[in-house]
């Protein structure tokens, strides 16, 4: 029988190497570990589009789709924060998975349409889910916005008072 301490994680995709995934002794939290690969060489400044070093290390963590039912399954990334050699300003590095304005990844945000779809309540999708209200209703408003039909509670990009949460 395969146990998920059995599962090896290894790929890099869009800058970032997956390293390893760690599961919780009660098996209800499961985390992707992802370490930036980029090297200075290829980052340039935003400002000047001068070179960079690595001024500091990060940890960014976005909630994502469960890998199994009753379970949360967190990416957790180590990024840099880089400054640059000409103009001295400091920037983060990007993260392509992350959903804008949020702490979950695309692949959430899409989970919470499809909910939206069906005319879900943030609370119940929050409920549902396990994703915090906030990254909930920032989804919603964007959904609201886009073309791909309204929820019951998601109203020209604004959402009702009953659909607030905390």
């Not at 070093?53 to 789709?65: F, T």
């Not at 939206?116 to 990254?135: P, R, V, W």
Request: glycine fraction near 10%; proline fraction near 3%; charge should be positive.
């Amino acid at each position: 029988m395969l146990y998920l301490d059995d599962i090896k994680v290894e790929f890099e995709s869009q800058g970032f190497k997956g390293t390893h995934i760690g599961i919780s002794p009660d098996k209800d939290k499961s985390v992707l570990f992802l370490e930036s690969v980029r090297s200075t060489q290829t980052v340039r400044c935003p400002y000047c589009g001068g070179s960079v070093y690595i001024y500091e290390n990060g940890q960014v963590k976005l909630k994502d789709i469960p890998i199994q039912r009753g379970t949360t399954h967190i990416w957790n990334f180590f990024i840099h924060r880089y400054q640059c050699n000409c103009c001295h300003e400091t920037f983060t590095e990007e993260i392509p998975f992350k959903y804008p304005g949020t702490r979950i990844t695309y692949r959430a945000a899409n989970w919470i349409k499809g909910f939206l779809q069906q005319k879900m309540s943030i609370k119940a999708i929050q409920e549902l889910t396990g994703i915090h209200c906030d990254d909930s209703q920032s989804t919603a408003r964007d959904y609201g916005r886009g073309n791909l039909g309204k929820g019951k509670n998601v109203k020209r990009g604004r959402l009702q008072a009953e659909d607030t949460c905390c």
